[in-house]
């Protein structure tokens, strides 16, 4: 499998890369914004997703509600999200509507402040409120994230704090901070643009210098607070939750090395030997053998400044205590240190890899999506193809070598949920 | 500051679209087979379909029994158990999954055309001579429960078993979880699911659909494997009591201290087979189906009260229910109410204007090919038409059927099928704040329980 990519970069800085694909009259347009929540300022927190939301309420061009009615009049769907450190927003229309997703992109790129008003902004403060209540304050686990950033990350770092943001500090966004936040961050030498689908590459050249090329680059951002962490925690971290929710749930997290390099491929293969899918190691043994777990799944949080961190999540059978879930966890890991893993266990976990990311290409936004992330944490595009012969290189000694250097007693956050009422 | 057209730019040339072809047979059990051919990428989707094997195939006082065969099924065989199953399916990188729906069981799984033979192997030995073992049972048994609990926890998943609750009568299957609860599953026995099992998957009671990178031959070969001769003989055919439940009203599901309402309003809707379906899924999009709809640009955008609302109709061989659903601050639940409710009584009295109408009829026909770029989905659709008898057609007029749709059909349809004087409402939150705001609810008494009481009901 081989995408097709074709990069560049306009004067004003937005590197473009263009994915040709002409299997069905669908274009993606997909432009990731290197800024999140770690780029908020001190008693800011969830700035950079409230802004997210503000790019859909109109821009000098773009009538109030009018971003959304555009592209779902043109027969298209549109949406944004924010990470710790990047924000991305993306439509996918059919493909003769290509110049109408990146007018709608450039305009609010451009000459976004002329359409923030007060009243908008008090509005989505009160719709991110609700999201807030919706994802996380009335949801079981519903904290999770955000407790286990403040667990392994140091006060001053960057990824320390919530992303959705605290009520407070929602209420104390004003428009200012918005102007001041659009003029840092959101400028063309701070973004880049992914076209895949279907398109004439000529066609499509002049569309996007004709949409952005005229947009100013920018003066540059302020470098985040440090990132460097030691490669592991040097302790066993914990923190136990009484909290309204049914079944104990462990959140094990792994310090690891950044996403991309030379190491992470190793730990995100270990990650899918112990928790992806049924035939995991932990699943085998906790849900199936030993039947003191419902469920298990493990992720890392692809991050590229500093440190990654591979997540094991693991929930209770019910009348499961949490000490006996976490030992039981606890006593599979260690097993995996000392026998090491074998070349079943990273057949398996490759196989399951190499199929998703097949998958992963078959829509056109999902496409552009993995196109734009590379451009924007590696400067190249075209490594998304590269990815399939860096994890088949990985081998058992590899995932057994990281599995002793990072899985051990020094390196683990325990974060444990349990009934409040101690029931279960 | 810098140049941009004031003006939205024109569109392009359009490019045609046309849904993947496929090749039709029925193969000599009496299975359906179905083989759509797309070689952009190297995968291909196998989705078989027992039909009449769904939850309406429950027999009664054995909610669950279709999840639960489902299961046992990938607990493997004599010679091949549940983990060994598993490994090997994991293996040729490929996931395999039964589930049980209203409708239908299917058994599905993606792969790589290399693996495709290795795969249908397993698959045909698993559905063949399952072992369902005992301590299988048991434990599939106690992970049920431990979801049940989840799910009752769950401010979102709570409401929507609530409100099915209170709107079927006690006759209905719909009335009830898909799933089960933990106390229909413990009754039952593994004589139910190697019955279920003998009796509902038939394969002269199966879609076989084959989606992806293999020629129109290789794909037939396939089906024809996965369709040979069983043991199991006829499906018996089943029917679904849809009768509403006796008496309105509002009911608050007590969640003391919650920091939002998830609220259902809603009613009993139609069958996927009725012959109003566009202009419903027409009426259904402008009112709450789409980001740019009514309810949602009223409640969230207007008001700011909520993330999102949106309404939607569940499709099923019987009639499934409507329902408008959002969560909102718990002190403006009255308001947000009344909100739905005047929306509801708009689209029923006023004909909707030529461009409203259009944003909704292209919305729905433009994404119509997005809906359908991977094997996964192509595989579902040919198998959703085999479940619910759409016709030939179907995929081919889809968007010339939507477009056809006129202010006047939406209007009658939302006053044939949408019923303000049915309206069930159900609100999950703090008990405290929701007593003084539920006489402004809705009409009708307020009836207050709690999740267990809930749980218990069910």
Not at chain 1, 207 to 223: D, N
Request: hydrophobic residues 45%; glycine residues 8%.
């Amino acid at each position: 499998m081989h995408v097709p990519v074709d990069s560049y970069s306009l004067d004003n800085g937005l590197r473009v890369t263009l994915s040709e694909d002409h299997t069905a009259p669908i274009v993606a347009v997909n432009l990731w914004y290197h800024v999140g929540s770690a780029n908020e300022r001190e008693g800011r927190t969830g700035f950079a997703h409230l802004f997210e939301h503000m790019l859909f309420q109109g821009s000098e061009h773009v009538g109030v509600n009018q971003h959304f009615e555009l592209v779902q009049r043109a027969g298209g769907t549109l949406n944004g999200s924010t990470w710790l450190d990047r924000t991305n927003y993306f439509e996918t229309v059919p493909s003769h509507h290509l110049e109408l997703a990146l007018w709608l992109e450039a305009d609010r790129m451009g000459h976004l402040l002329p359409a923030m008003t007060q009243s908008k902004l008090d509005t989505q403060r009160d719709v991110v409120k609700n999201e807030r209540r919706w994802s996380v304050d009335n949801r079981p686990y519903g904290t999770c994230w955000e407790r286990l950033q403040a667990l392994v990350f140091p006060r001053t770092h960057p990824f320390h704090h919530s992303l959705i943001g605290s009520m407070e500090d929602l209420d104390a966004a004003s428009l200012d901070d918005i102007a001041a936040f659009f003029r840092t961050y959101y400028t063309p030498d701070n973004a880049v643009l992914t076209i895949a689908g279907a398109f004439d590459p000529q066609d499509a050249r002049a569309m996007v210098s004709r949409q952005f090329g005229a947009i100013p680059r920018g003066a540059g951002k302020p470098p985040l607070a440090s990132v460097d962490l030691t490669p592991t925690f040097g302790e066993w971290k914990r923190e136990v939750v009484p909290d309204n929710v049914p079944l104990p749930r462990l959140f094990l997290a792994i310090r690891i090395p950044p996403l991309g390099s030379d190491g992470w491929y190793a730990a995100s293969v270990c990650g899918a030997v112990l928790g992806l899918k049924k035939g995991s190691r932990l699943y085998r043994a906790l849900v199936r053998e030993r039947e003191c777990a419902s469920d298990v799944t493990a992720m890392t949080f692809d991050l590229t400044k500093g440190n990654d961190l591979l997540v094991i999540d693991v929930t209770a059978r019910d009348g499961v205590d949490a000490e006996t879930l976490e030992r039981e966890v606890i006593r599979e890991i260690d097993a995996l240190i000392t026998d090491g893993v074998t070349q079943g266990d990273v057949t398996r976990a490759l196989a399951l890899i190499e199929t998703d990311a097949v998958v992963a290409m078959q829509a056109a936004q999902e496409r552009a999506d993995r196109l734009s992330m590379f451009a924007t944490y590696f400067g190249d595009a075209a490594r998304l193809n590269g990815e399939a012969s860096r994890y088949r290189a990985v081998r058992a000694a590899d995932v057994t070598a990281f599995a002793r250097a990072s899985l051990g007693p020094a390196n683990r956050a325990s974060l444990v949920f349990v009934p409040r009422d101690g029931t279960a | 500051m810098t140049a941009i057209a004031s003006i939205a730019p024109a569109p392009g040339k359009t490019r045609a679209y046309h849904f993947p072809r496929c090749a039709r047979a029925t193969l000599p059990s009496g299975a359906k087979a179905v083989v759509a051919p797309m070689n952009k990428l190297p995968l291909v989707t196998v989705t078989l379909v027992f039909h009449r094997a769904g939850a309406d195939a429950d027999p009664v006082d054995r909610d669950g029994l279709a999840t639960l065969t489902a299961a046992m099924v990938l607990e493997g065989t004599q010679a091949c158990d549940g983990s060994a199953l598993t490994e090997r399916f994991e293996s040729l990188g490929s996931v395999l999954t039964i589930e049980a729906e209203w409708d239908a069981t299917l058994v599905s799984f993606t792969v790589q055309p290399e693996r495709l033979d290795a795969a249908v192997s397993l698959v045909t030995d698993v559905l063949g001579a399952p072992a369902f073992p005992a301590r299988a049972l048991d434990r599939l048994r106690a992970e049920l429960r431990a979801e049940r609990m989840q799910l009752m926890a769950e401010p979102r998943t709570l409401a929507d078993a609530a409100f099915a609750w209170q709107c079927y009568g006690s006759q209905s299957r719909y009335r009830r979880p898909l799933a089960g609860t933990a106390a229909s599953v413990a009754a039952i026995t593994l004589d139910d699911v190697e019955g279920f099992w003998r009796t509902r998957y038939a394969a002269a009671a199966a879609t076989i659909v084959v989606a992806g990178d293999v020629t129109e031959s290789r794909g037939m070969d396939i089906a024809a494997r996965l369709g040979a001769p069983r043991a199991a003989a006829a499906s018996p055919p089943t029917s679904l009591d849809t009768s509403p439940r006796e008496g309105r009203g509002i009911s608050v599901v007590a969640r003391p201290g919650a920091a939002q309402a998830e609220v259902r309003i809603g009613h009993i809707g139609v069958p996927r087979g009725h012959p109003e379906y566009f202009p419903l899924t027409v009426m259904n999009a402008i009112l709450g189906g789409l980001f740019s709809s009514r309810v949602n640009l009223n409640l969230r955008e207007k008001h700011g009260y909520t993330y999102g609302a949106f309404s939607s109709f569940d499709w099923r061989t019987a009639a499934g229910p409507w329902i408008v659903s959002t969560a909102v601050k718990t002190d403006v639940t009255a308001a947000a109410a009344k909100e739905v409710l005047a929306e509801i009584d708009r689209i029923r009295t006023d004909e909707v204007d030529f461009d409203e109408l259009a944003l909704a009829t292209q919305y729905l026909a433009g994404v119509f090919p997005l809906r359908f770029e991977t094997t996964l989905a192509v595989a579902g659709a040919f198998a959703a038409q085999a479940m619910y008898g759409l016709p030939a057609d179907y995929f081919d007029t889809y968007r010339d059927r939507v477009a056809g749709v006129t202010p006047a059909q939406v209007r009658t349809v939302a006053r044939e099928h949408l019923h303000p004087e049915q309206l069930a409402v159900v609100v999950v939150g703090d008990p405290n704040e929701l007593r003084a705001q539920s006489s402004n609810i809705g009409t009708g008494g307020t009836t207050e329980w709690s999740p267990d009481d809930v749980e218990r009901a069910l």
